[in-house]
């Protein structure tokens, strides 16, 4: 495994754990804004008790993919081609509007 993250390499755990969990908080904190405005803008019909139960699922979810996905990335050898054809991959999906693709990679 490549040592790119700044930990030694026999802190490799610990790369791996710092991804899952930076993965788990980044995705808390760009799905819980979003998950409120669009809850209170589109979702009218739902109940109060409703509208905080889809924010919570949706922004749950969406940070269990992104530490799911940052936890694959880190525990992937990258020796070069690998991860260049990896990285250009998310990098279209992401840019043609479908960030799905890369969480499942």
């Known amino acids: ?8 390499p026999q802190n490799e755990p610990l790369a791996i754990l710092s991804a899952l969990l930076g993965g788990g908080r980044y995705g808390l904190k760009i799905r819980l804004p979003h998950a ?4 209170a803008l589109f979702r009218r019909e739902l109940s109060a ?18 530490a799911a ?13 690998i991860c260049f054809w990896l990285d250009l991959m998310v990098f279209v999906a992401d840019s043609l509007g479908c960030p799905e693709v890369g969480n499942k990679i």
């Open 1 to 8: 495994m490549s040592s790119s993250s700044g930990f030694p």
């Open 36 to 39: 409120l405005v669009m809850t």
């Open 49 to 66: 008790k409703e509208k905080i139960r889809s924010i919570v699922k949706l922004t749950m979810e969406h940070a269990r993919n992104l």
């Open 69 to 81: 996905f940052a936890t694959i990335y880190k525990n992937l050898p990258c020796d070069g081609a």
